[in-house]
């Protein structure tokens, strides 16, 4: 069973890789490695999305299914639950965890906040890619104002 | 609706696809940035000894090691000690030289290829695992041992098995460990 140490080595490693080769060096090059992290993310979301226990896939209200990101995702993924889930009940969530696991190992307050979204954008992938495998079109990004405090913003995408 | 218990099995298992999953996302983003087998290889080593020269903290930190007074010793806490605390495999050890300084570790399960059967196509010298390697050889520098560790059988690639081969390059001093067999 691999630890979950192993994960956060690797993708911190990968950050810190994806980030020092950007294939394109323009201005254009930051979004890139971002887009490519959150991409990786996505992929890695579905992938465990489909691995899921049965009665997850009986959800039947959109909430349900965000409180299920909340506790049972993030104790597998990060063992730890979302510490708060707030809603305007019109398709736009937010999701805060108070020490989240990937920034933890930075200090905290506000060094290294430029830092931050370089590790917060995998997540946001796999966020965005759990969703889709329960069949929720949606745009994830996040917010730091203070590590290791962090917001994931999912809005749902109505097609 | 009543809610599961939160250790349920399989979500003990969605964390350790979680690795692997990720470590296969890798594999395939360096495989579209890198056409040469040889260079994605190369790249996968060298994530590899970042994240050993830091596993190896966390790894004495867990473990109570004692002192090792021998490469094969190394090599054995190696396969029996680091690789089930993070794998949960347990390769065996073979030395390969009288002079004790050559060694195998045959791996006869392997959970990074859990999702793979097979090589991507045009990708036949891919070593998909070679972060293993990368990650053995940092960990032993930050202990101050220098190390080739490559693969020398790989059963992705067509191999009866899949084997690591380690090569310690200094040897330690041995005027201390006289005393010991």
Known sequence: MADA??????????????????????????????????????????????????????????????????????????????????????????????????????????????????????????????????????????????????????????? | MSR????????????????????????????KDYEKDEDVNKYLDKMGYGIGTRLVEDFLARSCVRRCHSYSEITDIIAQVAFKMYLGITPSVTCNNSSRTEFSLILDKNPLVEFVEELPAGRSSLCYCNLLCGIIRGALEMVHLAADVTFLQDRLKGDRVTEIGITFLRKLDEKKYRRKK
């Not at chain 1, 997850?56 to 299920?68: G, M, P, S, Y």
């Open chain 2, 4 to 31: 599961p218990a939160h250790r349920k099995p399989e979500y003990h298992k969605i964390n350790k696809d979680l690795f692997v999953l990720t470590y296969g996302a890798l594999v395939a983003q360096l495989c």
């Open chain 1, 5 to 159: 140490a192993l994960f956060e080595f690797l993708h911190t490693e990968m950050v810190a890789e994806l980030w020092t080769h950007p294939s394109d060096p323009g201005p254009g090059g930051q979004k890139m490695s971002l887009s490519v992290l959150e991409g990786m993310g996505f992929r890695v979301g579905q992938a465990l999305g489909e691995r899921l226990p049965q009665e997850t896939l009986a959800f039947r209200e959109e909430l349900d299914i965000l409180k299920f990101l909340c506790k049972d995702l993030w104790v597998a993924v990060f063992q730890k639950q979302m510490d708060s889930l707030r809603t305007n009940h019109q398709g736009t969530y937010v999701l805060q965890d108070d020490s989240f696991p990937l920034l933890i190992r930075m200090a905290s307050g506000l060094q290294y906040l430029e830092e931050a979204p370089k590790f917060l954008a995998f997540t946001c992938g796999l966020l965005r890619g759990t969703l889709c495998i329960l069949g929720i079109k949606s745009l994830v990004t996040a917010s730091v104002a203070s590590l290791p405090t962090c917001k994931f913003q999912v809005v749902i995408q109505k097609t």
